[in-house]
Structure formats: structure tokens, C-alpha cells
């Protein structure tokens, strides 16, 4: 436990200087393999203007160029706060082995980073959620996705 505790202690010194440099909110993340650092991310979303520039995103990003893989196998993240729904997602996508975190949604709720309105909204039925969200079938579409499937050369993901 004392070599997490030692990565979380670097996510969390990231999270505190990206803030310190106007660069956006109190988060940080890293992104371990081997006993190494691959990546690196602090909240970026004010400074950008992105919305999804979430300091597990950003790590995320940074780690596979470094690997250059889009996957991070053997990979553990490290972040200075339980994972939004979106980071939540992304790390899924991106497959490490572990996640370790300091801070818990509650504690970024206390601040004024409440995610809940989103955790509220994803079991709900696509007909009952805040933002209207409209299915308009397309053939256009599918055709699209069977090209897709009958495709030779391929990167299945």
C-alpha cells in the first residue's frame, strides 16, 4: 500500500499546481506502468475551454501517446479524486488494471464539483432524462456500421 500511496501523493501535488497555475479545477491523475510514470493530467477545463480536458482524460491521453497504444494494459491510474461518470467511462475504454483515488465524490461535492445530477440521470430511461434526447432511425446510419463490420482490416477495439 505504501508504493500507492506514493503515486497518489504525485497525483495529488499535480492536481494542486495545475490549479495553483490557473489551469482549472483541484485534480490531478497519473498514469503508472511498470514502476513508471507514462502519463500525466491535471483538470484543464477553464483554461482550454473543454469540457472533457478532466485531469483523468488529459493522463489518459498523455499515457497512450507516450505508449503509443489505445489501451493501457498493465497500467494503473492514479487520481486525487474518484472518477466523474465521464473519467469513470474513459478509463473503462482505455482498460488498465486498477484505479486508486483520494479524494471521494462527496468530498468534490463539499467543493462545488457535484456530479450526482449525472449519476441521477444515466439509469433513467432516454425518454425520462433532462436533455431531450431524440432517436431518428437512418438507414444511412447502419449502412455505415455494416461497412464497418465487414471490414478486412479493421482495429477491433
Known sequence: MEEHKKWLLE???ISEQGFKMGKGGPFGAIIVKNGQVV???WNQVTSTMDP???AE???IRDACGFLKNFQLDDCIVYTSCEPCPMCLG???WARPKAIYYANTRDNAAAIGFDDSFIYDEIPKAVEDRSIP???IPCEEAWEVFKEWQNKSDKISY
Open 11 to 13: 497525483a495529488i501535488r
Open 39 to 41: 502519463g500525466r493530467g
Open 52 to 54: 472533457t480536458a478532466h
Open 57 to 59: 482524460v488529459v493522463a
Open 90 to 92: 474513459a478509463i473503462y
Open 133 to 135: 434526447t431524440i432517436h
